[in-house]
């Protein structure tokens, strides 16, 4: 059976052993959202921008919604039950948990393919070196800092500070720029246009994925089980979700302001040219800089999360420690590689976001399932709403999906 052993749930806690309740939630809030908000949100939400326009503010409004009802299920079920996601899975049928591990493993093979792509933009914008180029050298330094003890504790830090830096940013854009609120407004409740791809991608980048599991196995990590403990978990769905969508409300009216003067952003870089038109070459390098930095934790994010999921058949802690290492740097040179291989940085960063939607519905239908089960989730009722706008996220995403596909062909 998967995790049979306690020793192999056994990540390090980054709040310590004496964390009260709300500082692990809030801890995994914090986690969530820097999970979403790496390079690929950046470049999904310009790309859009750019696209749609005005209109694009209809699908942040869905994905808002939406990111609510998946991460309020998923949080509450996984702490309830006081089990990772693959373990609960494979109680509602045994194998099932393997291939949710599978989903997810592979899903976030594809979102560290855009983290390096990413993270090679970053020193592109930095250093004019190429993209393919800066990803090598992203993907050797997040090696370097894997095998170097308690390293990801400082970069938890450093992200923190970024990532304040970085609402500054577009604070400071929008306040410079004269960005167009009434058609925002406007154009966010009543659309002239709904593109199916725009939502799919920004709800698989935000909570699709190994993101929907990240801060629900933060919690579980930090020693957060059972109801009785579902006020946190609450307040931490929600912190997590609201400074995400805080920051891709920004940075949306960010280059809506700069795409209605008829500038046309940068293909190659969409998000980098938002920067560079609305406070020049200043604005453009500092991008470039937290471009990269959120990449790098991007990579540190999505390679540990994706790996706790391989990580059913080790018996000890030791054989854990081993085969984790192996893991996440192979992790890391096969993402780093395929990028290297297929390049075009921009558009990979927004097809990641449009495959994790895919894995969305089916994750987020085992959790559902195992909300209603007494052998996961015991005497406790999950509600009525979180089930039923749950299974209605499920049906939407899964209709989107099929439909994305299908437009491609």
Known sequence: MMNKSKDSNNIPDLNGPKASPRSIAMGAAFLMAMAAVGPGFLTQTATFTGQMGADFGFAILICIVFDIIVQMNVWRIIVVSGKK?????????????YLLSFLVAVGGLFFNIGNVGGAGLGLNVLFGISPENGAVIAGALAIIIFVVKNALTVMDRTVQILAVVKVAILLYIIFIMAVPYQAAVHHTFLPTKIDFYSIVTIVGGTVGGYISFSGGHRLIEGGMKGKQNIKYVNEGALTGIGIASFIRVLLFLAGLSVVVTGYKLDPTNPAASIFKYAAGNFGYKFFGLLLFAAGMTSILGSTFT???FLDFAVKSKNDLQKSRKVLIISFIVISTVIFYIVGSPAKVLVFVGAANGFVLP????????????KKIVGDYHHPKWLIFSGWFVVAFMAFASIKTVIGLF
């Open 306 to 308: 994706s790996t706790s």
């Open 85 to 97: 996601a693959q373990v609960i899975a494979n109680d509602i049928f045994p194998g099932l948990g």
């Open 362 to 373: 089916i994750a987020l239908a085992i959790l559902l399932i195992a909300s209603v089960s």
